[in-house]
């Protein structure tokens, strides 16, 4: 299955139209599924065919008193504050299309702020 899923992602980086815009891959699924394991050994595979960045969501989250303790329910915090979804969409996913160098802020959880990365890769 692994094997299967790899080579179609390369066939389908090598087929793109758009050569000089990234190929953007999203791996999602619950806690402890082994997302980062399986992105480690496509990253590992992967580098060799093309360049690979990986961005891990939980290093995108803000700041703990933007998202608890805010007067919504905690599924509302959980599921909707985690992110600031316009922050994401305008520096992080609309970047990715026009820029090759990318600033965002990701979040230091030991001293629950952002810090400003560029070119980030294996944050991890």
Request: positive net charge; glycine residues 4%.
């Amino acid at each position: 299955m692994y094997n299967a899923m790899k080579n179609e992602i390369i066939a389908k980086f090598q087929q793109r139209t758009t050569k000089y815009h990234p190929f953007v891959i999203g791996i999602d699924g619950l806690s402890g599924a082994g997302k980062t394991t399986l992105v480690s050994k496509l990253e590992s595979e992967l580098k060799y065919t093309c360049r690979v960045v990986v961005i891990h969501m939980d290093d995108l989250i803000v700041e703990r008193n933007k998202r608890y303790h805010t007067g919504f329910e905690e599924w509302y915090e959980y599921y909707y504050l985690q992110w600031d979804i316009n922050e994401l969409t305008v520096r992080l996913f609309n970047s990715l299309r026009t820029n090759h160098k990318i600033t965002f802020p990701f979040y230091e959880k030991s001293i629950d702020k952002t810090v400003d990365k560029t070119n980030f890769h294996n944050t991890r």
